[in-house]
């Protein structure tokens, strides 16, 4: 819940045990879109379509990483692209609602690990 650039001024000023934070009471997950052929050779500057398709909820994330926009364009640069991030009472759901909107991006270029979260969800 706390200002995550608070917590780093904090930190840079050498005063992060004067800072509150506080945390959401939520399970978080995170999976990584990467580009074909991550780790090895990939394709630079490759477009991203749909981006503009996926409709993000209040506790929805999508964090560029290896992105850059050109002419209007959110382009791939890098071989981890995007990372989708879910808050949710529990893990499954946040794994749902990642895996939804990965097939809405619908990106042929890149790829996800299936397996993101497995271990926590099956417990």
Do not use: M
Not at 10 to 36: A, H, P, T
Not at 69 to 89: M, P, Q, T, W
């Amino acid at each position: 819940k706390t200002d995550l650039f608070d917590i780093i001024l904090s930190c840079c000023n050498e005063r992060l045990n004067q800072v509150k934070i506080d945390w959401f009471d939520k399970k978080s997950l995170c999976i990584v879109l990467c580009s074909n052929g991550y780790p090895d050779t990939y394709e630079k500057n490759i477009k991203i379509k749909n981006l503009n398709k996926i409709k993000l909820k209040k506790e929805d994330f999508i964090f560029h990483a290896g992105t850059v926009k050109k002419n209007n364009e959110i382009l791939a640069i890098g071989g981890r692209v995007l990372n989708f991030v879910s808050l949710s009472d529990d893990f499954l759901d946040a794994r749902k609602k990642i895996i939804k909107n990965l097939e809405i991006l619908d990106w042929n270029e890149g790829f996800y690990r299936k397996d993101i979260g497995h271990k926590v969800i099956d417990k």
